[in-house]
């Protein structure tokens, strides 16, 4: 909640309370209207007293008018991984994560030999409509047009599978061409390390 949020609805509340208690205690009798009637005359006999009343008067209704049209909620797409899409049916409630679409991603790019290093992004529009930005690495001879479309329509099939949503983009980034002398290089030493670690 943000702060014009928090003010406006504490100065609300206070307002409402002080409304309540004035009402109250005229109902019950400890006080008289006509007392209430000269206090409102005396603040608007002042001097600048009907301006200032006026100045008050358009705050609230500005904050009024901020808080009941223009509240502050948090979007869909944020980044945190606990947003997500909320489903309900007649047994109850079911919300899809974004953290649950990501790792779906990953597991299902994790079935393509010729990625390395895969990252994944989950965003969830207002309409709760899915978009997936994907990076990737790739290996040398990998034709990088046919495993980025053979890789979009398996990830669509799979979070459809798993979770009945659809995705509307799977946007891919190739951010690497991995060399395959450089992978078995970097093999030969996570073996090396292993191997000596073990000793």
Same mark, same amino acid.
């Given at each position: 909640?943000?702060?014009?949020?928090?003010l406006?609805?504490a100065?609300?509340s206070g307002?409402?309370?002080?409304?309540?208690?004035?009402?109250?205690l005229i109902l019950?009798?400890?006080i008289?209207?006509?007392?209430?009637?000269?206090?409102i005359?005396?603040i608007?006999?002042?001097?600048n007293?009907v301006y200032?009343?006026i100045?008050i008067?358009?705050?609230l209704?500005?904050?009024?008018?901020?808080c009941?049209f223009?509240?502050?909620?948090e979007?869909h797409?944020s980044?945190?991984?606990?947003?997500?899409?909320?489903?309900q049916?007649?047994n109850?409630?079911l919300?899809i994560?974004?953290?649950?679409?990501k790792?779906?991603?990953?597991g299902?790019?994790? @079935?393509?030999k #010729?990625?390395?290093g895969? /990252?994944?992004? %989950?965003?969830?529009?207002q309409n =709760?409509?899915?978009y997936?930005n994907?990076t990737i690495?790739v290996q040398?001879?990998t034709?990088i047009?046919?495993v980025s479309?053979?890789?979009?329509?398996?990830?669509?099939?799979?979070?459809?599978k798993?979770?009945?949503?659809?995705?509307k983009?799977?946007n891919i980034k190739?951010?690497d061409? @991995?060399?395959? #002398?450089?992978?078995?290089t /970097?093999?030969? %030493?996570k073996e090396t390390?292993? =191997?000596?670690s073990?000793?």
């Open positions: 909640m943000k702060f014009l949020d928090k406006g609805l100065i609300f307002i409402v309370l002080i409304l309540s208690v004035i009402l109250c019950f009798g400890f008289d209207i006509g007392i209430i009637s000269i206090a005359n005396e608007l006999g002042m001097q007293g200032i009343t100045g008067l358009v705050v209704i500005l904050l009024a008018i901020k009941l223009f509240p502050s909620w979007r797409s980044s945190s991984d606990d947003d997500g899409i909320l489903l049916n007649d109850g409630k919300l994560t974004k953290g649950t679409i790792n779906l991603v990953k299902t790019a994790g @079935e393509f #010729e990625l390395e895969t /990252e994944v992004e %989950v965003d969830i529009d =709760n409509e899915v997936v994907l690495n040398k001879e034709v047009k046919e479309t053979k890789l979009q329509n398996k990830i669509k099939e799979s979070v459809k798993a979770t009945d949503l659809e995705i983009e799977i190739v951010n061409v @991995e060399k395959e #002398e450089q992978k078995r /970097e093999e030969k %030493v390390k292993e =191997n000596t073990e000793e």
